[in-house]
């Protein structure tokens, strides 16, 4: 079928102020209602005039697109892990997100996506599939722009899909190293992303006597505070001072290129808070990082243009900027500007990423690029502040049911067995909690039955309430944790998102 693109000229951005300053998350009283559900009915301030405004909506109309996300956004979780490697990809289609879209490479899949409330495609090439080429793709290659400047997979059209100024060119590389020529489409594009340095407006951190970029979200590392923010911002080792020009921190880790991602270790004047400033002199709350569907509501925060909505267009795209190529990055239709790189994309209350770079403006319109929050949080071993407000669902005693087998869950001493029906949680070990009288390592691995979303948090007595120290809430129903943390009280809160299903968790303690 025939899929129009737009494309524009791209660019690496400097960008959003996230606020520091609060206290690590705490467990709240018990209720059924998934977050997910509060969410939608009730987005953060700022989100639905945004999306009237980029998306051309009414008010009800975005009311009803967030409802349709958070509604659909689990029948998606449960359908690719059901489908397996048949699973072609997922989006949202229509102006409302009224439709999840299910690709599958069998038709024999059908009745299962159409059971379980989406619309089924099919499709030749497998999500797995995709990968693999577009990994071919890249290799294939040269670091050169013109010969793609971007490369990332159109799960629409089933195709790895190539941005070039020299399409011929690209096509006879691509084709004398083997790609296959049906499952690649190369399109002419202007877009060459490069970084730009020029900032201005809003909440920002300085990098030496003239750079300046903005925080993307708050984190810790075990006891110690920062946030994250895009890699080209500073190198390991550079120090930084806030927007009051006070001594802030230091970069403590810096990828770019390659990827596009660093984190700033903060002093004792600056606490990390589960914030994005929402571009109208108020705040949005981060709750968590679920991945968000492709056509899902995304919304960014930045120091130049403010707060500006769109929707996820690709994954896994790979960008070629003058300093060499950024890969594994999302591709959106949120417009940026000069000073936007290292701010958030989020959506509802899912902290998705930090800018990266991208094309075009605010007023014609723009492709940005983010760098995924996971892929952060994983390489520097970092846990993101979320907010304690999440309801954490009613409790269920543990013990009930048949657990599944123990999976991947191999080398942790104790076990705990429950089952959770869908927002439900219940707290370990038996509803209680146990005592560390050493530093160390506290590791949780929870395995869940296929099809559900299971999540794993692990808390520790502050001395008035249950902090959240470390979290594991993919859109899958395995999870695992790891936590260096000081002597004290600990606890493991296991949270249904979505479904009901028999638990294992395993764990260890130093």
Known sequence: MSRRHVITTGCVLAITALTLTAAPAIAQPRTAEPPAAVAARKPPPGMLEALQRDLGL???????????????????????????????????????????????????????????????????????????????VDHALPSRQETGSVRYIDTKINKVVVLSTAVTTTTNILENAGVDPVAVRVVSSDERPRPLSDVVG???????????????FSV???????????????????????????????????????????????????????????????????????????????????????WHCGTIQQ??????????????????????????????????????????????????????????IGEILTTYGLTLVTDSTTPPGTGTPPGTGTPPGAGTCTGYPQTVTGTLNSGQSAYQPNNRHYRSTVTGVHAGCLDADDGVDFDLYLQKWNGRNWSVVATADSPRPDEKISYTGTPGYYRYRVLSSNGSSPYTLKYKTP
């Open 315 to 372: 994954r896994d795209t790979s960008v070629n900027y003058p300093q060499g190529e950024v890969s594994e990055v999302t591709r959106t239709n949120v417009c940026a500007e000069p000073g936007d790189s290292g701010g958030s994309f989020i959506s509802i209350d899912q902290a998705q990423g930090v800018t990266s770079g991208g094309s075009g403006d605010c007023t014609s319109g723009g492709v940005t690029y983010f760098q995924p």
């Open 202 to 216: 809003g909440e920002a951190y300085y990098i030496g006597s003239s750079s300046r970029c903005s925080v993307g």
């Open 58 to 136: 009414t008010r009800e109309e975005a009311e009803t697109r967030l409802r349709n996300e958070a509604r659909l956004t689990p029948i998606e979780a449960q359908l690719r892990g059901q489908l397996g490697s048949r699973f072609g990809g997922a989006w949202f289609a229509g102006s409302i997100a009224q439709t999840l879209v299910v690709a599958t490479t069998s038709a024999a899949d059908i009745p299962v996506i159409v059971a379980a409330g989406a619309r089924a495609e099919i499709v030749t090439r497998s999500l797995a599939d995709l990968q693999a080429i577009k990994k071919h």
């Open 220 to 306: 810790t590392r075990g006891t110690q505070n920062g946030f994250v923010s895009a890699g080209h911002c500073g190198k390991a080792g550079a120090t930084t001072t806030g927007v009051n020009r006070a001594a802030q921190g230091v970069f403590q880790g810096s990828t770019f290129p390659g990827s596009d991602f660093a984190w700033v270790a903060v002093n004792a004047d600056w606490t990390p808070k589960p914030l994005v400033k929402n571009g109208s002199g108020g705040t949005v709350t981060v709750a968590g990082s679920r991945v968000a569907i492709e056509g899902a509501s995304v919304c960014r925060s930045g120091s130049t243009t403010g």
